[in-house]
Structures are given as structure tokens and as C-alpha cells.
């Protein structure tokens, strides 16, 4: 791999980047700087380096390549699929068709006019575009996390939630920069999807009927739970039923300070119980993430209430 730096454009992370082109990168020595599709550098940034598309090609990182290609050691192009044949994805759902003529299928040209290099993920690939003289990248294990196990943080509501949710957004995102040891789970419907995309490590399960959701809380593997409260009338009525969810699934909480959960948490002694201000939020969050005794602590009080 050419080039002073590398960077590998990827929509998101996912499991191309992951399974092929990170161990590609790895066994050349190289650590490349991953960027999504809107962490666009400067042109200075790509003097010399060696750009990796995979799978998809934005608008505007086109038309930064455009600008310095000839300043640039190498652009590469990695496909898991076939992306340039639109009879291979034909039967795809039209919403999936337009997304790979625009983002893919519509660039093969271009690529080749700026000398771009082709990585594929099979053989069959490599022999069907062989005109390109494609690298083949095998597919490789995912490296093994150095760091301490993940911990899931998670937020469980319904519908009525909305406003919570929102409130919750610049909390979770925040964390979940600031530590990559973090998974947040949350359950919604596509506002939800659409509320989180784009950030990392996000899980959004489909809403559920009452025993789904309580066979979901008793398999283990949660550690932190949320329960914000946005002051309104529907939130005054609330119960501190969440108290009891979050135990459940065997996790310590986070809870909004107020007459909802105040009768039921005690600060530091079963839960934290912070006011609704989003910073409060992110400095307890991450404090629990880092002191798996005080998190033992207070589930072993919350328990002691049921």
C-alpha cells in the first residue's frame, strides 16, 4: 500500500471494512484513518495518501478527488458484491437499486478515468472484471477487541417517549465518542432508526408485546439502564415502573431527579439520580462505565428493594 497516509471511506462501520479491508491494511502495515461520509479532510490531507472506497462513492468526496488526484499516491475501490452488473441487484427493493446506481454502479466509469484500483472479495469477481486486474482481499476473522469487554447501555420505551428520546440523543452520542466500550440498545420504530443513525455501536430492536419484552430483560448482558424524564403532563403521571425493568435485566440506573423515581432511588445507594441536565448525564454514564464496583454496589441495593 502506497502513500504517506491512508484513509478508508465507508458509510458507517461495517462488516467490508471489517472483515476485508482492515485486514488487508493490517498485513500491509498500514493503520488507516477511517472517515464516514460526512468527515470530509482538506485537500492538504490527501497529499501523498492513498484513499479506499468501500463500496460506495459520496458526492463530495468525489469532488475532493477530483480536485487533488493528481497530489494522491493511490485510490482504490473495494466491492462485496457486484456492484457494476445492475441485472445482479435488479430484484433487489428499488429503495436498495437506486442507492447502489447512485452511490456505486453510476461511478465505474469515473473510477477508471482516474486510475483508480479495484479490491474484490471472491474469485468470481476477480474473473468477472479480470480487465480491471483486480487485487483479491479473502475474507479474515475479526481482530480480537484489546480493551475490556463491551458494556450495553440501553433505553427501553414506547411511542409516548418521543420527547425523552430526543433529550437522549446528544447524551448517547457524546458517550459513545468518548468510549468505545459502550453499546447503546434501544427499542422503536423507524423515527427511532432514523433519531440514532449515524452513530455508533447502536442497536434498535422493533417494539414488543409485555412477554417478548420480559424474556428480552431476563437473558443477561445489560449494565447500564436510562430512565429520562422531559418535564410535561404526560411524564408527571408516570410510574417508576422503570426502577423494576432495569433491575430486572440486571443493570444499575440512571434516573431522572423528581417525584417519579425520587420516592424509589436514593442517590449512590440503588441508582444515581441526576437532574435532567445532559451533562449530569454523560459525567454519571461514563463514571459507572469506569467503576464496576460502585455499578455492583448499587444494583445490589436496587435488589434489595424489590
Not at 113 to 132: C, E, F, G, N
Not at 217 to 236: E, K, Q, T
Request: glycine residues 6%; proline residues 7%.
Amino acid at each position: 500500500m502506497s502513500g504517506k497516509r491512508c484513509f478508508v471511506v465507508e458509510e458507517g462501520e461495517n462488516p467490508s471494512t471489517d472483515y476485508f479491508v482492515m485486514p488487508f491494511l493490517r498485513e500491509g502495515n498500514t493503520t488507516p484513518v477511517r472517515r464516514f461520509f460526512s468527515q470530509i479532510p482538506s485537500e492538504e490531507q490527501l497529499d501523498g495518501a492513498t484513499l479506499i472506497f468501500v463500496r460506495y462513492i459520496p458526492a463530495k468526496w468525489k469532488t475532493l478527488v477530483e480536485s487533488c488526484r493528481d497530489r494522491m499516491a493511490a485510490v482504490y475501490f473495494f466491492m462485496d458484491d457486484d456492484l457494476f452488473d445492475w441485472r445482479a441487484f435488479a430484484a433487489m427493493p428499488l429503495r436498495y437499486q437506486l442507492k447502489l446506481f447512485r452511490l456505486s454502479w453510476s461511478h465505474r466509469k469515473w473510477l477508471q478515468s482516474i486510475d483508480a484500483r479495484l479490491l474484490v472479495s471472491t474469485p468470481y469477481l476477480q474473473r468477472k472484471y479480470a480487465d480491471w486486474q483486480p487485487q483479491l482481499l479473502p475474507p479474515r476473522p475479526l481482530a480480537e477487541r484489546e480493551s475490556s469487554p463491551m458494556l450495553t447501555l440501553f433505553y427501553h420505551g414506547s411511542a409516548s417517549h418521543g420527547g425523552d428520546l430526543r433529550w437522549l440523543r446528544p447524551v448517547i452520542a457524546e458517550v459513545l465518542e468518548r468510549n468505545e466500550r459502550l453499546a447503546f440498545e434501544v427499542i422503536g420504530d423507524s423515527a427511532v432508526n432514523k433519531l440514532f443513525k449515524g452513530l455508533p455501536r447502536v442497536q434498535v430492536l422493533h417494539p414488543m408485546k409485555w412477554p417478548s419484552y420480559r424474556a428480552l430483560i431476563s437473558r443477561p448482558g445489560r449494565s447500564i439502564g436510562l430512565a429520562p424524564l422531559v418535564d410535561s403532563r404526560f411524564n408527571r403521571a408516570r410510574s417508576h415502573t422503570k426502577f423494576f425493568d432495569i433491575t430486572a435485566a440486571g443493570a444499575v440506573g440512571v434516573y431522572a431527579e423528581g417525584p417519579v423515581y425520587g420516592g424509589i432511588v436514593a442517590h449512590e445507594k440503588n441508582g444515581l439520580l441526576l437532574p435532567m441536565e445532559r451533562q449530569a448525564w454523560v459525567d454519571g454514564i461514563l463514571r459507572l462505565v469506569a467503576d464496576e464496583p460502585l455499578r455492583e454496589r448499587l444494583l445490589e441495593g436496587a435488589r434489595a428493594c424489590l
